[in-house]
C-alpha cells in the first residue's frame, strides 16, 4: 500500500514538473517570438485589468479640450446662411401654396353654400306658394258652400270663425263673393253686438275697396246695423 501511494505521488510531480517546464518554453517561445519586453507585460496587465484604457480615454479627453476649436471660415458661414436662406424660401412658397389651397376650398364652399340657400329659398317659396294655392282653393270651397247657404246660416258659420280670431279668412270669402250675396250675410248681423263684431270686417273690406256700392252707400248701412235690407226676408 505504501508502494501505491509513493508511486502516485512520484507521478503527480512528474506531471506538474511537466507541466511547468512546458509552460516556462512556451513562455519563452512567445518572449522572444513577439519581442516581449517587461513594459509590455506590464501594459497588457494593465490592459487586462482595464487601467490602460481608462487612461487612454483620459489622455484623449484631455487633448481634446487643449486643442483649441477651428472657427468656421466666411465662405463656410456663408454657405451656412444661404442653406438657412433657402430653406426659409422654401417654407415660405409651402405656405403660400397652403394658403391658396384653402382659399380655394373656402371658395367653393361659399358657392356651394349660396346655391343651397338658393335652393332653399326656392323650396321655401314652392311650398308657401303650394300652401298659398290649398289655402285658396280651401277657402273658395268654404266661399262656394257659403253661397250656397241660406243667408242666416252663412252669418253664423262667419261668426263663428270670427270667435275664433280668423278674420283675415273672413275677408278673403267676402272679397270673393258678389255683392248681393254679401250684403245679404252682413244684414244678418242685426244686434248691436253683431254689428260690433263685423264692423271690423266692414273696415278691411273698406279698405281693399272691394265691397260693393250696395254696401257702401249711407241708406244701407243702418240696414246691417239693425234691419234687414229689402228681398232677404
Known sequence: MGRVLEGL?????????AMAIGALCIAGHLWFAWGLTPAKVRRGLA????EQQTAESSSLKIQEKSEPQEEPSYEAILQQRTLEYRDIELKNKMLMSYKDEIENIRQQ??????????KEKKLETLIAQT???????????????LESLRPAQAKELISEM???NELDDV???????????????????????????IAEVLRRLR????????MATPNRLPAVA????????
Open 9 to 17: 505521488l512520484s507521478a503527480a510531480l512528474y506531471f506538474f514538473a
Open 47 to 50: 490592459v487586462m485589468r482595464g
Open 109 to 118: 364652399v361659399d358657392y356651394k353654400e349660396k346655391i343651397i340657400a338658393e
Open 131 to 145: 300652401r298659398q294655392e290649398a289655402e285658396d282653393a280651401g277657402l273658395e270651397t268654404v266661399r262656394r258652400t
Open 162 to 164: 270670427l270667435n275664433r
Open 171 to 197: 275677408v278673403r270669402l267676402l272679397q270673393g263673393m258678389n255683392d248681393s250675396k254679401r250684403a245679404r250675410i252682413i244684414g244678418e248681423f242685426r244686434t248691436p253686438q253683431e254689428a260690433e263684431q
Open 207 to 214: 279698405e281693399g275697396g272691394v265691397i260693393g256700392e250696395s
Open 226 to 233: 239693425g234691419t234687414a235690407p229689402a228681398g232677404t226676408q
